[in-house]
């Protein structure tokens, strides 16, 4: 599955270690946005290793599941922060 992934930490204590945990998964694409494509198993490692560093009382992490990786079209305004070469 390809994944992308969007978080708003409110704590600059836990944010860079949800960074960390995030860029051992996927890519990073701009400030808390990442994608890339994930086993299950990966997938369930890094939602269990995010749910374990962040406050879910304060925190929002959203996974946005791509099943179908032909239906994205991606554009961009501006510069793309981080190219990801083998992107849909």
């Given amino acids: 599955m390809y994944y992308l ?3 708003d930490i409110a704590s600059h204590k836990r ?3 949800v960074l960390k945990t995030c860029r ?7 400030c808390s946005v990442f994608e890339g494509e994930l086993s299950n ?4 490692s890094l939602k269990a290793e995010l ?3 962040i406050n879910k009382k ?3 992490v959203i996974f946005y599941c791509i099943r179908t990786v032909n ?3 991606k554009k961009i ?12």
């Fill in 77 to 88: 305004l501006g510069i793309e922060k981080n190219k990801i070469s083998n992107f849909i």
């Fill in 58 to 60: 304060e925190d929002s």
């Fill in 5 to 7: 992934l969007v978080y």
């Fill in 15 to 17: 944010l860079p270690k």
């Fill in 51 to 53: 749910s374990s560093k």
């Fill in 71 to 73: 239906v994205v079209d």
């Fill in 24 to 30: 051992k998964y996927l890519y990073w694409v701009q």
């Fill in 41 to 44: 198993s990966q997938y369930l």
